[in-house]
T-cell receptor, first 113, second 109 residues
Framework: NAGVMQNPRHLVRRRGQEARLRCSPM?????VYWYRQLPEEGLKFMVY????????ESGMPKERFSAEFPKEGPSILRIQQVVRGDSAAYFC???????????FGPGTRLTVL | KNEVEQSPQNLTAQEGEFITINCSYS?????LHWLQQHPGGGIVSLFM???GKKKHGRLIATINIQEKHSSLHITASHPRDSAVYIC???????????FGEGTQLTVNP
């Protein structure tokens, strides 16, 4: 059973471009969480999704950020018109239904030039 | 004041020492997690607690719900234990985790 997969592991974008971060949860996991870790800061919750539903997006910036978890395929965190302040490590975690333990992916390190 | 406070922020120990990292929180929780973040950035879930005590190898985690406090202990510390240890709580009202700022542990040989 492969762990949580994230790709790409490193992503470089210029200001104004779009960034797409992908997360494939562990097999059998239908819950996905996205977290952001800004440089020298702690982890912060962004969004919690189940298949085809956004359950809690209270940690998402109001503009430019969106997330989805389609019926088929990975969860996608999309950042439009990136700015330097979006440079961070973005972690995805997944869990099975009913169980609290979250399994983290290796993260995507986004650098905005 | 953060909902989750960890202490100390930084900890340096000699190999073999007993280590304690503390976590205090201010909200009602359904579970508390201890995570380890390696120097390369990857995150591993060490424990999930809702009461009492759990042990895994040289790691022990305890929680006191009444005092809203948890501790992570490492016995016979080793340089490979060097990492950032993060406390996170899941509130009763939702699924999101709220994280402490982390404790940077360095174990010297």
């Amino acid at each position: 059973n492969a762990g949580v997969m994230q790709n790409p592991r490193h992503l470089v974008r210029r200001r104004g471009q779009e960034a797409r971060l992908r997360c494939s949860p562990m097999k059998g996991h239908s819950h996905v969480y996205w977290y952001r870790q800004l440089p020298e800061e702690g982890l912060k919750f962004m969004v919690y999704l189940q298949k085809e539903n956004i359950i809690d997006e209270s940690g998402m910036p109001k503009e430019r950020f969106s997330a989805e978890f389609p019926k088929e395929g990975p969860s996608i965190l999309r950042i439009q018109q990136v700015v330097r302040g979006d440079s961070a490590a973005y972690f995805c975690a997944s869990s099975p239904p009913v169980v609290d333990t979250q399994y983290f992916g290796p993260g995507t390190r986004l650098t905005v030039l | 004041k953060n909902e989750v406070e960890q202490s100390p922020q930084n900890l340096t120990a000699q190999e073999g020492e007993f280590i304690t990292i503390n976590c205090s929180y201010s909200v009602g929780i359904s579970a508390l997690h201890w995570l380890q973040q390696h120097p390369g950035g990857g995150i591993v879930s060490l424990f999930m607690l809702s009461s009492g005590k759990k042990k895994h190898g040289r790691l022990i985690a305890t929680i006191n719900i009444q005092e809203k406090h948890s501790s992570l202990h490492i016995t016979a510390s080793h340089p490979r234990d060097s990492a950032v240890y993060i406390c996170a709580v899941r509130s009763r009202s939702g699924s999101r985790l709220t994280f402490g700022e982390g404790t940077q542990l360095t174990v010297n040989p």
